[in-house]
T-cell receptor, first 115, second 115 residues
Framework: DSGVTQTPKHLITATGQRVTLRCSPRSGDLSVYWYQQSLDQGLQFLIQYYNGEERAKGNILERFSAQQFPDLHSELNLSSLELGDSALYFC??????????????FGPGTRLTVL | DQQVKQNSPSLSVQEGRISILNCDYTNSMFDYFLWYKKYPAEGPTFLIS?????DKNEDGRFTVFLNKSAKHLSLHIVPSQPGDSAVYFC??????????????FGQGTILTVHP
């Protein structure tokens, strides 16, 4: 158990809908990262937040947005869903802002299926 | 553009033998490298890391070797155990710029250790 929790574990929805994925980091961790793992691709970095502020951005679609709240939990919002958004979404957390040497601890993931 | 590549999708090894997993990268700005292990239905788990100032890092049965001139790293597991059967991801991070804090992952290699 990494100490990172993600809810829900599974989510099934229809195209065009909007969903929210939630992540609680390990106690004491200030950074939260979101990754997407599709069937045909490896883990793709989406976005990082540090202590409530956006810190780094990857190939995140404009239809996706995220935020980190004062209690440090984070939410990833996916809107106007398409079939291709079906994937595993992982959240990770680390102690500080130094992504270089900070070990990132991953949650169990949320499996999103868009029908 | 696949900046981190794991060219072997799978590897099968006998228990007690050495497992060697390989990873190549193209971005010369990468200077921190990690290996993660992933079991089904779980998030990736950090295994071992290496900074570009070193060429070897050892932790128990796991050793990571880095060849900067060849932009190549490898993970050695000795001796291999059936419980090591999992997907292994190589990841890389760069200091500074927009890549700061972002991990770039390879596609993963499925390791199967036979009793």
């Amino acid at each position: 158990d990494s100490g990172v929790t993600q809810t829900p574990k599974h989510l099934i929805t229809a195209t065009g809908q909007r969903v929210t994925l939630r992540c609680s980091p390990r106690s004491g961790d200030l950074s939260v990262y979101w990754y997407q793992q599709s069937l045909d691709q490896g883990l793709q970095f989406l976005i990082q937040y540090y202590n409530g502020e956006e810190r780094a951005k990857g190939n995140i679609l404009e239809r996706f947005s995220a935020q980190q709240f004062p209690d440090l939990h984070s939410e990833l919002n996916l809107s106007s869903l398409e079939l291709g958004d079906s994937a595993l979404y992982f959240c990770a957390s680390s102690v500080g802002n130094s992504g270089l040497t900070d070990t990132q601890y991953f949650g169990p993931g949320t499996r999103l299926t868009v029908l | 553009d696949q900046q981190v590549k794991q060219n072997s999708p799978s590897l099968s090894v006998q228990e007690g033998r050495i497992s060697i997993l390989n990873c190549d990268y193209t971005n010369s700005m990468f200077d921190y490298f990690l290996w993660y292990k992933k079991y089904p239905a779980e998030g990736p788990t950090f295994l071992i890391s290496i900074s570009s100032i070193k060429d070897k890092n050892e932790d128990g049965r796991f050793t990571v070797f880095l060849n900067k001139s060849a932009k190549h790293l490898s993970l050695h597991i000795v001796p291999s155990q059936p419980g090591d059967s999992a997907v292994y991801f190589c990841a890389a991070s760069a200091r500074g710029g927009t890549s700061y804090g972002k991990l770039t992952f390879g596609q993963g290699t499925i390791l199967t250790v036979h009793p």
